[in-house]
């Protein structure tokens, strides 16, 4: 599940929650980090972009349709013996119709591990948007 809160300095909050698709990408990611110890890489990254219409159910997707805002370096949180763990990153200051998200290994390209679209979100240059996964395993 993912959750994208935007916060506008009028205080007003408008939250919306997505499911979204781990990428064949991201199973690949997962198998290799278990079971080969292959991948050094963490999911450390959220990316935005404004181009969710573009394949929004692709499993076989490696990047964002149109990822035109830097990376927000993303906050990891997990409770020992629960079976979720969040990744949440911040933007601010940025002018954009965000339609799509995902968490990514790198600050620029690396793999994707996720993705999510949903209905514009216009940010201004005084918004702060939140971008938090919620990841269940089960």
């Not at 929004?56 to 997707?61: D, G, L, V």
Request: hydrophobic share 40%; glycine share 8%; charged share 20%.
């Amino acid at each position: 599940r993912t959750q994208l809160a935007d916060v506008e300095t009028n205080e007003s909050f408008d939250t919306v929650h997505k499911d979204n698709i781990i990428v064949d990408q991201g199973f690949d990611f997962i198998a290799d980090s278990l079971c080969l110890g292959a991948e050094t890489a963490k999911l450390a990254w959220i990316g935005i972009g404004t181009n969710g219409a573009l394949e929004p159910t692709n499993a076989a997707r490696t990047t964002l349709g149109t990822e035109n805002v830097p990376r927000a370096s993303a906050t990891y949180a997990h409770t020992a013996s629960t079976r979720q763990f969040t990744l949440e990153g911040t933007f601010t200051g940025r002018t954009a119709a965000i339609t799509e998200a995902g968490i990514f290994t790198a600050s620029t390209a690396g793999k994707m591990f996720d993705r999510v679209v949903f209905g514009a979100i216009n940010l201004q240059p005084a918004d702060t948007l939140t971008a938090k996964f919620t990841l269940t395993m089960s």
